[in-house]
């Protein structure tokens, strides 16, 4: 997983509550067994029209937030399905940070197992945020995690709230299993003391 | 200090609890299939790492196997064919029980787990999709994860969690006839909203839950990840020990009697504590259908589409406005009425045999309306083997429906039942977003015997007024 420390970026607004995992990626996409590759996929039915081409209107086809890496979104964002080809298709096409007001669990979860940084934030701040995205290449978010701040364009910062272990993990690029096979032993001693009725599937 | 039943169960699963309050949670069972799980694997195998319990692990296809009654001989799509195959590569090498398309207990991950018995009160359960909050029926912690997490599960049989907050929902009094499971969480979300649940896991209890068989309980907790809730939970009693009781997996003889007496220690404790309580009185549901893209934009089968000129909030005002576009209905036009094309009975939501029957006993001596294509999708091969065996089947068939092999079918267009662009579904599925069950299709959620109805009249109708 790629280290996330500090990230300067034009920001894209997506000014919709509740875009659920099927707008992101739609299930007809998932039919892959690699992680990689999304990217092209991401928001199909939002980007493309049905014979493939792009629909001009939809904010990641114009040209000034075709290189976004930061996504201003509605409320909600990222329910639905639990399928981490969400935040991959994100990070494939180059997202590695989303703001909103609010996120559905399971996405929110999967970000930060793919180097993405979700922040939540009060509707008051999205909105600002929402207006500085509008501003296209004019104007940059800069997300420093370490500061647990969101930088705006004319200097103003914005804190944020990050579960510190989630954080700590970002800021080294950490793989969650390695950390938690260093606890084997209690997993094992718990393990022993299971129930004897415990079925196995076998 | 008085505990609810997520709290017992979380408690009785911390292997070790870190210094910032994320614990490493232990994982009872682990169900896989074959869309969110190659990558996982691929992990395991990249960082030679095995399974650590494969007796906790079970595996199954279900949402890319086509439903055609010769699907065993017939050429499936290759993208679909490769993720089965990827699947059954896995399993084989890492030595993990599956049920493939050939076997009878293949189905829906959703309803193989209660059907087998490997879903079982009190134990934490989770799967690679959403919809695992299904399995809360049975009184278990069960939750859907990402594909990163399936690979730390298989690793480690654990995962790092922090608890989510307790929620109540009580619905009080009987649920009126024609009324079902589906018609109580459709009411539900369309109260709280699609992120009502939001950081939650959600009890229900009450006099109308209680009173649910195991097939209704599964319903409702299916959906709770439909309010935003991270788990959907319903105490065990005696309507889920009765229905455990023999099943392939439970446990059985003086096991499962030590099994009984440790569940019956699982039910919230008198004056134990909930973050938010949300009570609701069956006796005024109606049975719900949704109008919009998202499961909290529903109505009563007798009620009018609303009119976003009634919203204040502009920007809800704006997505209702583009529900209905995309639904193609008029504000105020009564839903009731409302032509469909398909119509599907299906889904980790409702397609047990009770769902079955429940669409049969509208369905009989009536036929699927002109035009109007029906289709019965199995949620497992032995809930199609016991409609076959008891007649259900024959019923649905004499009507006019299609009656297919066991999958998740057209509750997500990943499969070859799909919708074409603009046709209208009414479906007893869980999700009514854009393009759910194909590009541009139109979705409207609703129960088993709702659906029935819909397909002898070939229009959205109240249930009540055919039986």
Redesign the interface.
């Known amino acids: 997983m790629d280290k996330f420390t500090t990230l300067t970026a034009v920001a894209a607004p997506l000014?919709?509550?509740?875009v659920?995992t099927?707008?992101i990626i739609?299930?007809?996409f998932?039919?892959?067994?690699?992680?990689t590759g999304l990217g092209k996929s991401l928001f199909a039915?939002m980007r493309y029209n049905?014979d493939g081409s792009e629909k001009p209107d939809f904010v990641l086809n114009q040209a000034k937030y075709r290189h976004a890496q930061i996504l201003v979104a509605?409320?909600?964002f990222g329910?639905?399905?639990?399928?981490?080809h969400a935040?991959w298709a994100l990070l494939d096409f180059g997202i590695r940070c989303v703001i909103a007001p609010?996120f559905?669990?399971?996405f929110f979860?999967?970000c930060f197992?793919?180097g993405i940084l979700p922040i939540p934030l009060p509707e008051a701040e999205v909105a600002k945020l929402m207006d500085d995205a509008g501003l296209g290449t004019n104007a940059r978010l800069t997300i420093d995690l370490e500061r647990q701040v969101v930088v705006r364009p004319n200097g103003e910062e914005i804190g944020f709230e990050v579960?510190?272990?989630r954080k700590h993990c970002l800021l080294n690029g950490l793989d969650?299993?390695g950390?938690?096979?260093q606890?084997?032993a209690?997993?094992s001693a718990?393990?022993a003391h299971q129930?004897?009725?415990?079925?196995?599937?076998? | 200090m008085p505990k609810t039943l997520f709290d017992k169960i979380w408690d009785a699963h911390v292997v070790e609890r870190l210094e910032d309050g994320t614990c490493v949670l232990y994982i009872d069972r682990h169900l896989v299939h074959e869309v969110t799980s190659p990558q996982a694997f691929e992990g395991l195998r990249m960082a030679g790492r095995k399974v650590r319990r494969v007796e906790n692990t079970i595996a199954v296809v279900d949402h890319n196997v086509p439903t055609s009654p010769d699907r065993l001989t017939e050429t499936n799509e290759p993208e679909s064919a490769l993720q089965i195959a990827t699947l059954e590569q896995n399993v084989a090498e890492f030595g993990v029980k599956y049920f493939p398309m050939s076997d009878a207990r293949q189905g829906i991950v959703h309803v193989v787990g209660p059907e087998q018995g490997i879903s079982l009160p009190g134990m934490t359960i989770v799967c690679g999709d959403s919809h695992t909050s299904t399995h809360g029926a049975m009184g278990a912690l069960a939750f859907g994860i990402g594909t990163s997490e399936v690979e730390h599960v298989l690793a480690t049989q654990t995962l790092l969690q922090k608890p989510a907050k307790n929620m109540l929902v009580r619905v009080d009094g009987k649920l009126p006839a024609g009324c079902t499971g589906k018609d109580i969480v459709l009411a539900i979300i369309g109260k709280i909203g699609t992120g009502g649940g939001t950081g939650h896991v959600i009890e229900f209890a009450g006099e109308a839950i209680r009173a649910l068989d195991m097939a209704g309980r599964l319903t409702v907790c299916n959906m709770s990840i439909e309010a935003g809730a991270r788990a959907g939970l319903i105490a065990p009693d005696e309507t889920t020990f009765e229905y455990i009781k023999g099943r392939p997996f439970a446990p059985k003889g003086a096991d499962f009697d030590a099994a009984v007496a440790y569940w019956k220690t699982l039910p919230s404790d008198e004056g134990a504590h909930y973050d938010k309580v949300v009570v609701l009185d069956a006796a005024q549901i109606v049975p719900q259908v949704t109008w919009g893209t998202n499961p909290e934009a529903v109505i009563p089968i007798t009620g009018t589409v609303p009119n976003p000129a009634d919203e204040p909030d502009e920007t809800k005002r704006a997505q209702m406005q583009r529900m209905l576009s995309y639904m193609a209905l008029e504000p105020g036009q009564k839903i009731a009425g409302t032509k469909v094309d398909v119509v599907f009975i299906g889904s980790c939501t409702n397609s047990r045999i009770e769902d079955l029957r429940a669409a049969a006993a509208v369905a009989k001596g009536r036929h699927v309306a002109p035009g109007v294509r029906a289709l019965v999708v199995p949620g497992s091969g032995l809930v199609k083997q016991q409609a076959e065996a008891e007649g259900t089947a024959q019923i649905l068939i004499d009507a006019g429906f299609e009656w297919r092999e066991a999958g998740c079918s057209m509750c997500l267009g990943m499969n070859p039942d799909k919708l074409t662009p603009g046709q209208r579904c009414a479906s007893t599925s869980n999700r009514n977003f854009e393009g759910r069950q194909g590009p541009g299709g139109r979705t409207h959620l609703l129960s088993p015997a709702m659906a029935a109805a819909a397909a002898v009249t070939g229009a959205l109708t109240d249930v009540r007024e055919l039986v």
């Open positions: 000014n919709v509550a509740n659920d099927d707008k739609p299930a007809r998932l039919k892959t067994i690699k992680r039915d049905a509605g409320d909600n329910c639905g399905s639990s399928r981490e935040p609010s559905a669990d399971i979860n999967n197992k793919n579960d510190p272990f969650d299993i950390l938690t096979l606890h084997t209690a997993i718990y393990e129930p004897a009725w415990t079925p196995k599937i076998i």
